[in-house]
């Protein structure tokens, strides 16, 4: 009885019209006449009344029983509880959703840093159709008060000894070169990377000549424009350094410097905002995944498994939204290992791929900035130490920014990011005081801490896909050497999504399977 | 309740372009309020936003095209005629002047670039002046392969910044004159990098806009160049007085103070 009065009083053309008669005014095509509002069974209202136009107020008093502009208040609230019972309507009855990410996305990218960025934009770049995928970066932390891309001392340089780092950091360079045609968003300033391209210095002692020497032959093949110099050329180009010790160096002349990280994250967000890319402000804390059990060509058994949702949790709350994605990339960096085990890798025998980690750790590592007026000139490149300590000049105020990595034994606590400045005291002023004699006199100002995402397997980035979870591709791992390559690795992450394989830069070597297999691909020049 | 969910989802794109409609409905009560030409045209702009937009970036792209096709590469006249007619051809048709070894300026005539350039393939050029021209990062390989150049003049040229001047290092051995001028991109983090200049004995960077502290760059370069004489932003130093001013100078000092 009262669902057919309520089928009869909500019919489908009489509370629709009505309501759109009331809204619009006689714009609205109507079947049923020249604009004459019959009332529905809902409203109690005598249906003499016509409404031409919405508002104005002699008009509504006429109405009688109903008062001046109340009416149109209750009108969209009835509306609204009727669209909220419907299915599929985006309004929720209970609260409002507008700061929970989508309930659909096609890839869901962990981590928006510059890695997740670059991902996100080759990904819109690369796609066969505008607006073809649908991208959301998850970042849990919009402030990037820990994220190794912004704490980071900013370097790039083509001096590795894996030719396919060497290629990811030239392409790198040709995009930080361009960035202003990479990245040009309409009426928005152009981008000034602040880049110094004053280059990296790589010192050697004996033992590590040979091994330099092999490195710069590679470099060279590559396309990289290193010189080897002697000690006597050193001495003669720096006065300053202290040659003692030196058996070799190589001096990388164009294409390698430092830029501000910063800057290139704050281009990728907005360019990337503009290819319609979703940001969310949450934390993913679990995968929903359904699992195939399937037998290989030799009759192996096998587990494959397949992510369908991610839940993001939104902050200081309990609050989750399940996220229905098709693909899910962990560029997550130093916390990539923790979303891995959310994916459930590494949940097996220990030996078994299905027991094999993914090994990215977080390592803290200090950058200490200091004051020394005798310093080193404007000439001065990026000066690694054989030990392992660094520096280079930050600005014209004769300011220095240095660090050192420490040894395996003294490797500090990655819980926080609190700088531990006896380290600076007894592991990386002596080293700097005795390779430039004018640092003795130096007074640090500031320093800070952040993570490198530390691969401690062979210290290189994982790329691809893993092969049980097969919709889990990684971009992370690349323990101190993330920023450099970032564009590159963004772009073929992409390609290996959109094309199944890479087509620019072949980065096999960089796929999950090797700590399975055991093959490491290890880098030797790492700061 | 579908059928009326039906109807409600095709009333609700009707509500969102109520707004026009009320404004259509006002345009069809009020007809000499259309006659407000600007206020139809900025309607107009603002109906077809993502329209305007891609034809900006249309024109924008096309600004870009236009620089990299005047930097293009000469290859067929390098190989050719040698590095040094390629490199005269390039900076010719970009506006610029050559100055061959024993031999006068070169500048482009109106008419065309004049016969003589391809008997000249084996002179090598000393001089190159390529001020104003649209030289950038790929132009800059037919200077560089100059391999005799001892003066390069790339004053104002609005596409020259900090990564052009890190590739200057080919030309370390040979270049004694140096001008950057007016030059809008170039920072103090591209000067770092001339240091491998070591035959430079002038270099000009006054006018530069993008360098944050002048005076302090100015002496860091000194610094870093100890036998070359910098003209900075003053202007001062080292400034030739022109004819007129010098003999002014001169007809002035005997007069006592």
């Known amino acids: 009885m009262l669902r057919r009065a309520l089928r009869l009083g909500l019919g489908p053309g009489l509370l629709g019209r009505g309501l759109g008669t009331h809204r619009e005014?006689?714009?609205?095509?109507?079947?049923?006449?020249?604009?004459?509002?019959?009332?529905?069974?809902?409203?109690?209202?005598?249906?003499h009344v016509t409404f031409r136009t919405r508002g104005p107020g002699p008009r509504w008093e006429d109405s009688g029983s109903l008062g001046a502009g109340d009416w149109h208040g209750k009108v969209s609230e009835i509306k609204k509880k009727i669209q909220s019972v419907l299915p599929g309507g985006a309004w929720s009855p209970l609260c409002d959703t507008s700061h929970l990410p989508p309930e659909h996305s096609d890839v869901v990218i962990v981590g928006g840093g510059v890695l997740g960025l670059s991902v996100a934009y080759w990904?819109?770049?690369?796609?066969?159709?505008?607006?073809?995928?649908?991208?959301?970066?998850?970042?849990?932390?919009?402030?990037?008060s820990q994220a190794s891309t912004v704490l980071s001392v900013g370097g790039i340089r083509q001096q590795f000894s894996l030719p396919e780092n060497i290629q990811l950091s030239l392409f790198s360079v040709e995009f930080l070169r361009n960035i202003n045609e990479y990245l040009a968003v309409v009426d928005d300033p152009p981008l000034d990377l602040q880049f110094n391209p004053s280059g990296y210095l790589f010192l050697a002692s004996e033992e590590g000549a040979t091994i330099m020497e092999n490195n710069v032959k590679v470099q060279r093949q590559e396309g990289a424009k290193v010189c080897l110099m002697s000690p006597e050329q050193l001495q003669k180009k720096f006065p300053w350094i202290n040659t003692e010790g030196v058996?070799?160096?190589?001096?990388?002349?164009?294409?390698?410097?430092?830029?501000?990280?910063?800057?290139?994250?704050?281009?990728?967000?907005?360019?990337?905002?503009?290819?319609?890319?979703?940001?969310?402000?949450?934390?993913?804390?679990?995968?929903?995944?359904?699992?195939?059990?399937?037998?290989?060509?030799?009759g192996e058994k096998v587990t494959l498994k397949r992510i369908h949702e991610v839940h993001v949790k939104v902050d200081h709350s309990q609050e989750y939204q399940p996220v229905e994605c098709a693909i899910v990339v962990n560029a997550a960096g130093a916390w990539s290992g923790r979303i891995a085990e959310l994916a459930g890798i590494g949940k097996g025998l220990p030996g078994t791929l299905q027991g094999t980690k993914l090994p990215v750790e977080p390592r803290k590592r200090y950058v200490y900035l200091w004051h020394c007026p005798q310093g080193p000139g404007l000439e001065a490149p990026l000066v690694a130490d054989p030990s392992g300590a660094y520096f280079r000049r930050e600005g014209l105020g004769n300011n220095y920014l240095g660090g050192c990595s420490p040894t395996e034994?003294?490797?500090?606590?990655?819980?926080?990011?609190?700088?531990?400045?006896?380290?600076?005291?007894?592991?990386?002023?002596?080293?700097?005081?005795?390779?430039?004699?004018?640092?003795?006199?130096?007074?640090?100002?500031?320093?800070?801490?952040?993570?490198?995402?530390?691969?401690?397997?062979?210290?290189?980035?994982?790329?691809?896909?893993?092969?049980?979870?097969?919709?889990?591709?990684?971009?992370?791992?690349?323990?101190?050497?993330?920023?450099?390559?970032?564009?590159?690795?963004?772009?073929?992450?992409?390609?290996?999504?959109?094309?199944?394989?890479?087509?620019?830069?072949?980065?096999?070597?960089?796929?999950?399977?090797?700590?399975?297999?055991?093959?490491?691909?290890?880098?030797?020049?790492i700061i | 309740m579908a059928a009326s969910g039906a109807s409600l989802r095709l009333v609700a794109p009707v509500w969102n372009r109520g707004t026009s409609g009320i404004r259509g409905l006002s345009r069809s009560v009020d007809p000499e309020g259309s006659q407000r030409?600007?206020?139809?045209?900025?309607?107009?702009?603002?109906?077809?936003?993502?329209?305007?937009?891609?034809?900006?970036?249309?024109?924008?792209?096309?600004?870009v095209l236009k620089v990299l096709r005047k930097n293009r590469s000469f290859t067929y006249i390098k190989e050719r005629y040698g590095p040094y007619v390629a490199g005269a051809y390039f900076i010719l048709k970009q506006g610029g002047a050559v100055k061959f070894q024993d031999k006068e300026w070169m500048r482009p005539n109106g008419r065309g670039l004049s016969g003589e350039l391809w008997k000249l393939w084996e002179?090598?050029?000393?001089?190159?002046?390529?001020?104003?021209?649209?030289?950038?990062?790929?132009?800059?390989?037919?200077?560089?392969?100059?391999?005799?150049?001892?003066?390069?003049?790339?004053?104002?040229?609005?596409?020259?910044?900090?990564?052009?001047?890190?590739?200057?290092?080919?030309?370390?051995?040979?270049?004694?004159?140096?001008?950057?001028?007016?030059?809008?991109?170039?920072?103090?983090?591209?000067?770092?990098?001339?240091?491998?200049?070591?035959?430079?004995?002038?270099?000009?960077?006054?006018?530069?806009?993008?360098?944050?502290?002048?005076?302090?760059?100015?002496?860091?370069?000194?610094?870093?160049?100890?036998?070359?004489?910098?003209?900075?932003?003053?202007?001062?130093?080292?400034?030739?007085?022109?004819?007129?001013?010098?003999?002014?100078?001169?007809?002035r000092s005997p007069v006592p103070a």
């Open chain 2, 123 to 251: 002179v090598p050029i000393e001089a190159v002046d390529a001020s104003g021209c649209a030289i950038n990062y790929q132009g800059l390989d037919n200077v560089l392969a100059l391999k005799e150049l001892q003066s390069l003049s790339l004053q104002c040229c609005p596409h020259v910044d900090d990564w052009c001047l890190s590739r200057l290092h080919q030309l370390a051995n040979s270049l004694q004159e140096l001008s950057l001028a007016g030059c809008p991109r170039i920072s103090e983090r591209g000067l770092a990098c001339l240091h491998h200049l070591q035959n430079l004995r002038r270099l000009d960077i006054s006018h530069l806009p993008a360098v944050s502290n002048p005076g302090l760059t100015q002496i860091l370069v000194e610094e870093m160049l100890p036998y070359c004489e910098v003209l900075g932003a003053d202007g001062a130093q080292g400034l030739k007085l022109r004819p007129e001013e010098q003999s002014r100078h001169t007809a």
């Open chain 2, 37 to 63: 030409k600007g206020r139809t045209l900025l309607q107009f702009l603002a109906d077809h936003f993502y329209d305007v937009e891609a034809v900006r970036e249309y024109l924008l792209q096309k600004q």
């Open chain 1, 247 to 298: 058996a070799l160096a190589s001096y990388g002349l164009e294409n390698e410097g430092w830029f501000d990280p910063w800057c290139l994250l704050q281009g990728l967000r907005r360019k990337v905002q503009s290819m319609g890319v979703l940001f969310c402000h949450g934390e993913v804390t679990r995968f929903v995944s359904s699992s195939n059990h399937m037998e290989t060509a030799i």
């Open chain 1, 123 to 144: 990904l819109k770049r690369l796609e066969k159709r505008q607006g073809a995928i649908r991208v959301l970066v998850v970042e849990r932390d919009h402030t990037y």
């Open chain 1, 25 to 47: 005014g006689s714009t609205l095509g109507k079947a049923e006449g020249s604009g004459g509002y019959r009332g529905s069974g809902v409203f109690p209202i005598s249906s």
């Open chain 1, 409 to 525: 034994e003294e490797e500090p606590d990655p819980g926080n990011l609190e700088v531990d400045h006896d380290f600076f005291q007894e592991k990386v002023w002596p080293y700097l005081a005795q390779r430039v004699p004018a640092f003795e006199t130096l007074k640090v100002r500031r320093a800070w801490a952040g993570y490198y995402d530390y691969n401690t397997f062979d210290q290189n980035g994982v790329v691809g896909p893993h092969p049980l979870v097969v919709n889990m591709y990684f971009a992370t791992g690349f323990s101190g050497h993330g920023l450099q390559q970032a564009p590159a690795v963004g772009r073929a992450v992409a390609e290996v999504m959109l094309e199944g394989h890479f087509q620019t830069i072949n980065l096999s070597p960089f796929l999950f399977n090797r700590f399975y297999l055991g093959e490491k691909a290890q880098e030797h020049c």
